[in-house]
């Protein structure tokens, strides 16, 4: 079966950075473009970032303002999301996604508190 | 950036019901857009791909149409399951966004 697994989240005091992990199985990752979301408490969905399989082509919402940097280690179907300088509306669930058409894989999310 | 507006924000309905969500697009987009459901506290699942595709596994009282800026998502009878909010997202160019979502509510 397919699954996507983050983790890394937690509480960090505004300034403060993360690193978020997605760890992933069931299929052949190092073909698949894998990507960020986030959703602060009780709104909607926000696309931050995206990778290539290759890493070839990266992407990131310009909200971020440069703080965040996504990489992938294809050895170790691994995906991460460093996130620096963190302010409190950073504060949200962290979901990892796989495309394939669309976003049709997703992780349970990992929880950010910025505080 | 393209933009994505979803009408209603929010509707309530019956279990039985048709119902219908509409997301329109700032730009054309072909037919480069999704559609998800999201239950409280979990994550988002993919129903609908390239505007009319039907994911695999999802049920099929759920369907989309559309194409350039407008698009609809039919739930054509509603079971109890069904009351979630919904969110359309588009991939005809990186910044993937997503609409602001559609809350089905039980009347």
């Known amino acids: 079966d397919v699954q996507l697994v983050e983790s890394g989240g937690g509480l960090v005091k505004p300034g403060g950075s993360l690193r978020l992990s997605c760890v992933a199985s069931?299929?052949?990752?190092?073909?698949?473009?894998i990507n960020w979301v986030r959703q602060a408490p009780g709104k909607g969905l926000e696309w931050i970032s995206s990778?290539?399989?290759?890493?070839?082509?990266?992407y990131y919402a310009d909200s971020l303002k440069g703080r965040f940097t996504i990489s992938r280690d294809n050895a170790q179907n691994s995906v991460f999301l460093q996130m620096n300088s963190l302010t409190v509306e950073d504060t949200a669930v962290y979901f990892c996604?796989?495309?394939?058409?669309?976003?049709?894989?997703w992780g349970q999310g990992t929880l950010v508190t910025v505080s | 950036a393209i933009q994505l507006t979803q009408s209603p924000s929010s509707l309530s309905a019956s279990v039985g019901d048709r119902v219908t969500i509409t997301c329109r697009a700032s730009?054309?987009?072909?037919?480069?857009l999704a559609w998800y459901q999201q239950k409280p506290g979990k994550a988002p699942n993919l129903l609908i791909y390239?505007?009319?595709s039907l994911q695999s596994g999802a049920p099929s009282r759920f369907s989309g149409s559309g194409s350039g800026t407008d698009f609809t998502l039919t739930i054509s009878s509603l079971h109890p399951e069904d009351f979630a909010t919904y969110y359309c997202?588009?991939?005809?160019?990186?910044?993937?966004?997503f609409g602001p979502g559609t809350t089905l509510n039980i009347k």
């Open positions: 390239d505007a009319s």
């Open positions: 990778i290539s399989s290759g890493n070839d082509y990266i």
């Open positions: 069931g299929f052949t990752f190092n073909t698949y473009t």
């Open positions: 997202q588009q991939f005809k160019s990186y910044p993937e966004t």
């Open positions: 730009q054309g987009i072909g037919t480069y």
């Open positions: 996604a796989r495309t394939e058409r669309a976003y049709d894989s």
